[in-house]
T-cell receptor, first 117, second 112 residues
Framework: GAVVSQHPSWVICKSGTSVKIECRSL??????MFWYRQFPKQSLMLMAT?????????EQGVEKDKFLINHASLTLSTLTVTSAHPEDSSFYIC?????????????FGEGSWLTVV | GESVGLHLPTLSVQEGDNSIINCAYS??????FIWYKQESGKGPQFIID?????DKRQGQRVTVLLNKTVKHLSLQIAATQPGDSAVYFC???????????FGSGTRLSIRP
């Protein structure tokens, strides 16, 4: 089956620094990838839709200058949390659409834990 | 962002019994409704989906029911096993946008 890989799985960074999380579709090309964040015991919140070769589409309330998304190739999207603060600590999850758009054509990564100290 | 951020309710089920997990959705204009399973510290795993023009769909040990009249979605798991312990999320794909919006989750715990 299709695999989506995230790196790093977990990262600790100091407050004020920036951290980059990668999302790769390992065996398929994805023109569209998605970034979610999840706080403990809560649901996944869609942050933005990442489109290859164009600007990401951010959900309402998500700061695009704070969460920079780059989708430079059909297999890689990156999320950079700029000037991170402790409240940015969360579980970040990406997903990629294989072909078409239905429940079983969208694959999720294993998530990346970010802790800002 | 869109989603419902709620503290997760818990459903406790005896091993071997059937589990029924419920979800209410608000957007009546959605093409697909999906159930995901999320184990601790991992990404969501697709279980089953159902198109908006269907009422019921069955998979291996799972059945999804869609009641559009009351905007209700349910997941039935037959003969619940310890490996079914996880958080289950309902989600939908709005007709107007190609993205998955997650709804509330339910933690399923299995009693031996």
């Amino acid at each position: 089956g299709a695999v989506v890989s995230q790196h790093p799985s977990w990262v600790i960074c100091k407050s004020g620094t920036s951290v980059k999380i990668e999302c790769r579709s390992l065996d398929f090309q994805a023109t569209t990838m998605f970034w979610y964040r999840q706080f403990p015991k809560q649901s996944l919140m869609l942050m933005a839709t990442s489109n290859e070769g164009s600007k990401a589409t951010y959900e309402q309330g998500v700061e695009k200058d704070k969460f920079l998304i780059n989708h430079a190739s059909l297999t890689l999207s990156t999320l950079t949390v700029t000037s991170a603060h402790p409240e940015d600590s969360s579980f970040y999850i990406c997903s990629a659409a294989l072909d078409g758009f239905s429940g079983n054509t969208i694959y999720f990564g294993e998530g990346s834990w970010l802790t800002v100290v | 962002g869109e989603s419902v951020g709620l503290h997760l309710p818990t459903l406790s089920v005896q091993e071997g019994d059937n589990s029924i997990i419920n979800c209410a959705y608000s957007n009546s204009a959605s093409d697909y409704f999906i159930w995901y399973k999320q184990e601790s510290g991992k990404g969501p795993q697709f279980i089953i989906d159902i198109r908006s023009n269907m009422d019921k769909r069955q998979g291996q040990r799972v059945t999804v029911l869609l009641n559009k009249t009351v905007k209700h979605l349910s997941l039935q798991i037959a003969a619940t096993q310890p490996g079914d312990s996880a958080v289950y999320f309902c989600a939908e794909i709005p007709r107007s946008a190609s993205k998955i919006i997650f709804g509330s989750g339910t933690r399923l715990s299995i009693r031996p």
